[in-house]
């Protein structure tokens, strides 16, 4: 909370997805794009086969313009925007690994030379001169990838270096070589689709053929090494997050469960229309393939960022930038002694540095849609125990009591704060469903292991009544009901409904 | 379990400080090859501008210089953030979207850089098409550098407008503190854009004494807005002048005017390095200027000292490694013919 607070429109987590999936997406595809080439380059020269040396310069062209510019600057560009919307964070990794960086950064140096001058050097150097700068170009290529993996995956699993602070702890952290292993494959994978966009522009002849074939064999090797390595990587992850990323992310795992029938619908374009009619395959359906290929690795990376919640390090700094070592601190003095820049609104500067860096208040994973029609009581209870209540993907409430009522004060301030009835149009039994998924459900979703109707159904109007009036008794974080006497006649309403079981 | 405090610089600060100074020169002078060069190309009173084989050839250099100046400019961003983290975060938050909008600038420019190069290969001006957008690419990226980075230097600033407005649009309006600032690394990159310009062309009658000329100008342009800047530091002045980097910018203002000697002399190398030595003490003297600035607020020799040994000397090697390689690749490129082997 040494740092001011960017008060984006947009939430954080857009932004960042923004930058970050462009530069994967690019920084992959150089890595394997330059082992694409020079190997390709290889056999074509052992045969003389000069199409395919045209193509392949073609290729280099396209590979330059791609990873040099928007590759690279995209990179920058992440950083700049670690820097902008979690300054904490990036601070504690460039302190702990600047020489890595500083080691990857001359990597990137002769990368960017050599890429350089391998493709302006096809036509006026001898083939050996050139492939020795490709080779150069590639191996540094995965060398940065090698260095940027170690910071990378020491975010989620930083594994030894929580208790030794050392170094290599966190640079070799168990995430590491599954980790690599995983990208390299993707890497290879992404070479081949990006080149597969430009063999399907051929003309269908054998070379057509000849280039397909050879190119989706790239992606289909990728894929097949990629699988594997995925489930090494998340054997490799500590089973308290796996655990609880299965409870509490549905979203992310189900994306990346059901992103492996993506892969399976990759491998088999591939292997149909790149081995088995290549000569069908068209600049369109090469496109598909390859963005195919791009949401499967795009599931990847936003399962991999989704389960280190609730933290940004895990073990060592939360999402919202607080060291998990100045707990106490927190505790005893709240957030407002801590934060450094103030804006004049005290209520203002709490919800961002609490809570703003997940939570927009009617953008990217809003707050305004959960608290429309509540209160400030409602507000100024949940606030506190929001880590409790949701199932541990979010940081705890460090702060005084009186700070989340500053915090639930600014957050009433933006709500529509007329009766749910009259925001949803809604009445009777409709709208009794409407106050149980505001008041109750964000906590007790149906169906969930929080689920609690199965208790709730039977019950007679008076015990209905006493249950809303007692709620604040019933367990850490349950805020009293405050709705109006409306709201909590079609909530008992509702209630009525329920059958055991939670079925309506 | 007690975690890790990482309050603490990996390497002592003149470590760091070398470092940042360092890349920081190397990082201005492909900055200036770029910025300086497509100024004089796009203004030079050439009389066959698009058609001249000297103008065409600096063209067709240009996106290589823009790749260096990305990747040279990381590494000094990376060693400032190391030690003044509190001061260039802040500054960039506060400025956030002129500072993020820094990225597509610069891609726009990269590409524009290429697009001239592989452009107009019949002389026509289409090149001036590409290079003027990608000049003003650079003019705002090269302003949005200096408004943050002087913003950086007052922390009272940053807390001033972060009260006012939080979205991310506070430009510094204390233009006193780094217009002149600008003006003079932007009149110091005309001068060593024309320093490249003219040895490229060395041998060119059109170009050689346009660069002359433009070198001349930059030099004396640089040397007015830096006095001025000087000037209007006031208290801070009297600070620069006890330390020793008052020195260092004295020699620079006389190997600057020995470059220019050497240049309109033909001796392009002592013209050269005494250019980059001046460039380097510009830059120590721009950080002396910093820690003065910062004074009362944050002193960078606070941080707690943790070396990180192992890690630093393998930064070495591969430094050591890169630069060996650079050359090679450099020299195999420039030898290699295709009918060789």
Redesign the interface.
Same mark, same amino acid.
């Given at each position: 909370m040494q740092y001011p607070f960017w008060n984006l429109a947009v939430g954080y987590g857009v932004l960042m997805a923004g930058v970050a999936v462009l530069h994967v997406f690019i920084s992959h595809f150089a890595i394997g794009g330059g082992f694409f080439l020079v190997v390709m380059e290889r056999s074509a020269r052992k045969v003389a086969d000069t199409e395919r040396l045209e193509f392949l310069e073609k290729l280099s062209r396209f590979f330059v313009l791609t990873t040099l510019v928007m590759g690279a600057l995209t990179g920058v560009g992440l950083w700049f925007v670690i820097g902008l919307l979690n300054p904490a964070a990036t601070e504690v990794l460039i302190h702990n690994f600047v020489w890595g960086w500083a080691i990857e950064w001359t990597f990137f140096v002769v990368e960017i030379l050599a890429a350089i001058l391998y493709y302006y050097g096809w036509k006026r150097m001898a083939p050996a001169d050139h492939m020795t700068l490709g080779w150069i170009y590639f191996f540094f290529a995965w060398l940065s990838l090698f260095v940027i993996n170690g910071i990378l995956t020491f975010m989620l699993t930083p594994g030894t270096w929580l208790v030794k602070g050392d170094f290599w702890d966190g640079f070799f952290n168990p995430t590491f070589w599954p980790s690599l292993v995983l990208r390299s494959a993707i890497a290879v994978m992404l070479a081949g689709l990006y080149a597969l966009l430009v063999a399907s522009r051929c003309k269908p002849d054998a070379f057509k053929v000849r280039m397909v074939r050879q190119t989706a064999w790239w992606g289909i090797a990728g894929l097949a090494a990629a699988l594997p390595s995925l489930y090494w990587y998340w054997r490799a992850i500590p089973a308290t997050i796996t655990a609880a990323a299965i409870e509490a992310l549905p979203t992310p795992m189900r994306a990346l469960h059901y992103s492996q029938w993506l892969a399976g619908a990759l491998a088999v374009l591939l292997i149909l229309f790149g081995l088995i009619v290549p000569r069908r395959l068209h600049l369109s359906l090469a496109m598909v393939i390859m963005v195919a290929g791009l949401c499967w690795f795009g599931s990847f990376e936003w399962f991999r960022e989704s389960i280190r919640k609730p933290y940004i390090i895990v073990g060592y700094m939360y999402g919202n930038g607080v060291e998990v070592r100045d707990t106490d601190t927190y505790k005893r003095d709240g957030y407002l002694s801590q934060i450094a820049y103030r804006s004049g609104d005290d209520g203002a500067d709490l919800f961002r540095h609490a809570c703003r860096s997940c939570h927009t208040i009617q953008g990217y994973n809003p707050l305004k849609p959960a608290f429309d029609g509540t209160d400030r009581a409602f507000i100024g209870a949940i606030v506190p125990n929001a880590h409790l209540l949701l199932r541990g993907n979010m940081p705890p409430f460090l702060g005084t009591a009186s700070e989340a009522n500053a915090i639930a004060a600014y957050l009433e301030a933006h709500l529509d704060r007329r009766p749910l009835s009259a925001i949803y149009g809604l009445q009777g039994i409709k709208l009794g469903e409407k106050v149980f998924q505001v008041r109750c459900g964000k906590c007790h979703p149906m169906g969930s292991p929080q689920d609690k109707t199965k208790s709730l159904a039977g019950l007679t109007q008076e015990e209905y009544r006493n249950l809303l009036n007692n709620a604040a008794g019933y367990g850490q974080g349950m805020p009293a009901f405050t709705g109006d006497e409306a709201e909590r006649s079609v909530l008992i309403a509702y209630f009525r409904t329920l059958k055991a079981g939670g079925e309506k | 379990?007690?975690?890790?405090? @990482? !309050?603490?610089?990996?390497a002592p600060l003149w470590v760091i400080t070398v470092?940042h100074v360092l890349t920081l020169s190397l990082h201005f002078a492909a900055m200036n090859f770029v910025l300086g060069g497509t100024l004089i190309v796009l203004t030079g009173r050439f009389d066959r501008r698009w058609g001249n084989p000297t103008i065409r050839r600096f063209i067709a250099l240009l996106?290589?210089a823009m790749?260096a100046t990305?990747?040279?400019?990381?590494?000094p961003l990376?060693?400032l953030?190391?030690a003044y983290?509190?001061q260039?975060? #802040?500054a @960039? %938050?506060?400025s956030?979207w002129f500072?993020?909008l820094? %990225?597509p600038a610069? %891609?726009g420019a990269?590409?524009l850089l290429?697009a001239a190069s592989f452009s107009g290969k019949e002389g026509v001006s289409s090149k001036a098409r590409f290079l003027w957008p990608a000049l003003f690419a650079l003019l705002y990226v090269s302003l949005v550098y200096s408004s943050v980075f002087s913003m950086a230097e007052h922390p009272d600033l940053?807390?001033r407008l972060?009260?006012q407005n939080?979205?991310?649009f506070q430009w510094n309006p204390d233009a006193g503190n780094y217009l002149l600032r600008w003006l003079h690394m932007i009149l110091g990159a005309v001068a060593v854009g024309a320093y490249f310009v003219g040895l490229l062309g060395k041998d060119d009658p059109e170009t050689f004494p346009v660069a002359k000329r433009l070198f001349g100008y930059g030099m004396a342009g640089a040397a007015a807005a830096g006095f001025g800047y000087l000037v209007s530091l006031n208290g801070i002045l009297a600070g620069l002048m006890r330390t020793p980097a008052i020195w260092g910018l004295i020699v620079g203002i006389l190997l600057s005017l020995g470059s220019l000697h050497f240049f309109f002399a033909r001796r392009f190398l002592p013209s050269g390095l005494a250019l980059f030595v001046s460039l380097v003490l510009m830059v120590i003297s721009r950080h002396q200027l910093r820690v003065l600035r910062l004074q009362g607020h944050f002193d960078p020799a606070s941080w707690r000292i943790a070396p990180?040994w192992?890690?630093?000397l393998?930064?070495l090697i591969?430094?050591a #490694?890169?630069a060996m390689? %650079?050359v090679y690749?450099?020299r195999?490129?420039f030898s #290699?013919?295709?009918? !060789?082997?």
């Open positions: - | 379990m007690t975690l890790p405090d @990482s !309050s603490f610089l990996p470092l996106p290589g790749a990305v990747t040279l400019g990381v590494a990376l060693f953030q190391l983290p509190r260039m975060y #802040s @960039s %938050i506060v956030g500072w993020f820094v %990225i610069v %891609i990269y590409y290429y940053i807390q972060y009260a939080q979205t991310g990180q192992f890690p630093f393998l930064f591969c430094f #490694s890169a390689l %650079i690749m450099v195999l490129f #290699s013919r295709p009918d !060789s082997l």
